[in-house]
C-alpha cells in the first residue's frame, strides 16, 4: 500500500512539472562565436615560473620569396607534409612572463595593441591574455628584449602610445642597440622593409623609453638565472637566454627559427627575414646540435603554443618534439 502511495505522489509531481520542462530552453546557451578561451600556459623550472602567453597566429598567403633559397612548391610540400595548408603561412607568437622569485620579467612584448586593431584581434593579444594570466604590467621589474623586430618590441606601448610597462626597465641587446641606432646604418639599409624595422625601432624606443632602457651584453645575467646568448644571423644583435635554476633550465630561442615545419625539418632554408641568412643559418645548426646532444628543453617565440619542447636531430636536419601538456605546474 505505501509502495503503490509512493508511486502515486511521484506520477503527480511528475505531471505537475511537465509544463515547467517543456517551457525550459532546449539547449543550453552557446559561447560567443570564434572565440578561444585566453591562452597562457605555465610550467616551471626549478624555482622559476614560466608563463607563456600568446600573441596571437598571423596567417598570410605563401609568397615566392618567403623561403628566399628554395622554389616555392618545394615549400608547399613541406608545409603539406606537415598537414599544414600548401599555400598559407601560420606564424604564432609566444612572449613571456617569468617570475624568478625576486623579479617579475616579460621576455619580448609581441605585436602590441595597434597590430590588434589592424588584425581584428589575431595578433597583439599579450596584453589581454597576460591580464588573463593574474599579472598587472605596473607590476612587471624587469623587460628584457631579443631583438628590434615590431612583433618582439612594439607591445613595449599600450595603446596611446605611453609604456606599457610603467615601472619596469627595459633591457636590450648592446649590439643590437648600437646598429640600430646607428644614423649611417640606417641612411644605408634598403628601402622597404628595413628601413621599416629602423623606423619602428626608433619610434617604440623614443615613446618615453629611452630614460629606461639599459643595453646588456652576451654572456652575462640579464635577470636572476637568465643568461643572455649570442645568436646572431636573424638580426645582428639577435640573442636567446638560456633559464636555470637549480639543477633545472631551458633555453629560449627567440627567433633561431621561425615556422618549425619548415626551418627545424630544413635548417639550410633561408628565411625572407633574417638579416644575415647565411649566419642565421650556421647559428641554427650550432644551436640545434646543442640542445639535441644536451637533450635540453626549447621555448620558442614561433613555435606552436605553448611553443616549448625538445630538438632531436632528423637526417640532415631536426624535428621538434611538442612537450606534453600538464595540468598542473
Given at each position: 500500500?505505501?509502495l503503490?502511495?509512493?508511486?502515486?505522489?511521484?506520477?503527480?509531481?511528475?505531471l505537475?512539472?511537465?509544463?515547467?520542462?517543456?517551457?525550459?530552453?532546449?539547449?543550453?546557451?552557446?559561447?560567443?562565436?570564434?572565440?578561444?578561451?585566453?591562452?597562457?600556459?605555465?610550467?616551471?623550472?626549478?624555482?622559476?615560473?614560466?608563463?607563456?602567453?600568446?600573441?596571437?597566429i598571423?596567417?598570410?598567403?605563401?609568397?615566392?620569396?618567403?623561403?628566399?633559397?628554395?622554389?616555392?612548391?618545394?615549400?608547399?610540400?613541406?608545409?603539406?607534409?606537415?598537414?599544414?595548408?600548401?599555400?598559407?603561412?601560420?606564424?604564432?607568437?609566444?612572449?613571456?612572463v617569468?617570475?624568478t622569485g625576486?623579479?617579475l620579467?616579460?621576455?619580448?612584448?609581441?605585436?602590441?595593441?595597434?597590430?590588434?586593431a589592424?588584425?581584428?584581434?589575431?595578433?597583439?593579444?599579450?596584453?589581454?591574455?597576460?591580464?588573463?594570466?593574474?599579472?598587472?604590467?605596473k607590476?612587471?621589474?624587469?623587460?628584457?628584449?631579443?631583438?628590434?623586430?615590431?612583433?618582439?618590441?612594439n607591445?613595449?606601448?599600450?595603446?596611446?602610445?605611453?609604456?606599457?610597462?610603467?615601472?619596469?626597465?627595459?633591457?636590450?641587446?648592446?649590439?643590437e642597440?648600437?646598429?640600430?641606432?646607428?644614423?649611417?646604418?640606417?641612411?644605408?639599409?634598403?628601402?622597404?622593409?628595413?628601413?621599416?624595422?629602423?623606423?619602428?625601432?626608433?619610434?617604440?624606443?623614443?615613446?618615453?623609453?629611452?630614460?629606461?632602457?639599459?643595453?646588456?651584453?652576451?654572456?652575462?645575467?640579464?635577470?636572476?638565472?637568465?643568461?643572455?646568448v649570442?645568436?646572431?644571423?636573424?638580426?645582428?644583435?639577435?640573442?636567446?637566454?638560456?633559464?636555470s635554476?637549480?639543477?633545472?633550465?631551458?633555453?629560449?630561442?627567440?627567433?633561431?627559427?621561425?615556422?618549425?615545419?619548415?626551418?627545424?625539418?630544413?635548417?639550410?632554408?633561408?628565411?625572407?627575414?633574417?638579416?644575415?641568412p647565411?649566419m642565421?643559418?650556421?647559428?641554427r645548426?650550432?644551436?640545434?646540435?646543442?640542445?639535441?646532444?644536451?637533450?635540453?628543453?626549447?621555448?620558442?617565440?614561433?613555435?606552436?603554443?605553448?611553443?616549448?619542447?625538445?630538438?632531436?636531430?632528423?637526417?640532415?636536419?631536426?624535428?621538434?618534439?611538442?612537450?606534453?601538456?600538464?595540468?598542473?605546474?
Amino acid at each position: 500500500m505505501d509502495l503503490t502511495r509512493r508511486h502515486a505522489l511521484t506520477a503527480t509531481a511528475a505531471l505537475a512539472a511537465a509544463p515547467l520542462l517543456k517551457a525550459a530552453p532546449a539547449h543550453a546557451a552557446a559561447p560567443a562565436a570564434d572565440k578561444q578561451a585566453p591562452s597562457f600556459y605555465r610550467y616551471r623550472v626549478g624555482d622559476a615560473q614560466v608563463n607563456v602567453i600568446s600573441d596571437g597566429i598571423n596567417t598570410f598567403p605563401l609568397s615566392d620569396g618567403f623561403v628566399t633559397n628554395v622554389m616555392k612548391d618545394e615549400v608547399s610540400e613541406a608545409l603539406e607534409a606537415a598537414f599544414l595548408p600548401k599555400d598559407k603561412i601560420s606564424i604564432q607568437f609566444a612572449p613571456l612572463v617569468i617570475n624568478t622569485g625576486g623579479k617579475l620579467v616579460v621576455l619580448d612584448t609581441g605585436n602590441g595593441p595597434g597590430a590588434f586593431a589592424s588584425s581584428k584581434g589575431n595578433v597583439g593579444q599579450f596584453g589581454s591574455n597576460m591580464a588573463a594570466a593574474g599579472f598587472d604590467p605596473k607590476a612587471v621589474d624587469l623587460v628584457v628584449i631579443s631583438h628590434f623586430h615590431a612583433d618582439h618590441i612594439n607591445g613595449l606601448l599600450d595603446a596611446s602610445g605611453k609604456p606599457a610597462f610603467p615601472n619596469a626597465e627595459v633591457l636590450v641587446p648592446a649590439a643590437e642597440w648600437k646598429y640600430f641606432m646607428d644614423d649611417g646604418e640606417m641612411s644605408r639599409a634598403p628601402s622597404g622593409r628595413m628601413q621599416s624595422v629602423f623606423q619602428t625601432a626608433r619610434k617604440v624606443f623614443d615613446a618615453g623609453l629611452n630614460k629606461k632602457v639599459t643595453p646588456y651584453e652576451w654572456g652575462k645575467d640579464v635577470a636572476p638565472g637568465l643568461l643572455a646568448v649570442e645568436t646572431r644571423g636573424h638580426t645582428p644583435g639577435h640573442t636567446s637566454f638560456v633559464l636555470s635554476s637549480g639543477a633545472d633550465k631551458v633555453f629560449i630561442q627567440s627567433d633561431v627559427t621561425n615556422l618549425p615545419a619548415l626551418f627545424v625539418a630544413h635548417p639550410g632554408w633561408h628565411l625572407m627575414f633574417d638579416q644575415d641568412p647565411a649566419m642565421a643559418e650556421t647559428t641554427r645548426r650550432k644551436t640545434y646540435d646543442m640542445l639535441a646532444a644536451e637533450k635540453m628543453r626549447v621555448q620558442g617565440f614561433h613555435f606552436p603554443f605553448p611553443a616549448m619542447g625538445h630538438v632531436a636531430k632528423d637526417g640532415d636536419g631536426y624535428r621538434l618534439v611538442p612537450a606534453p601538456w600538464s595540468p598542473v605546474i
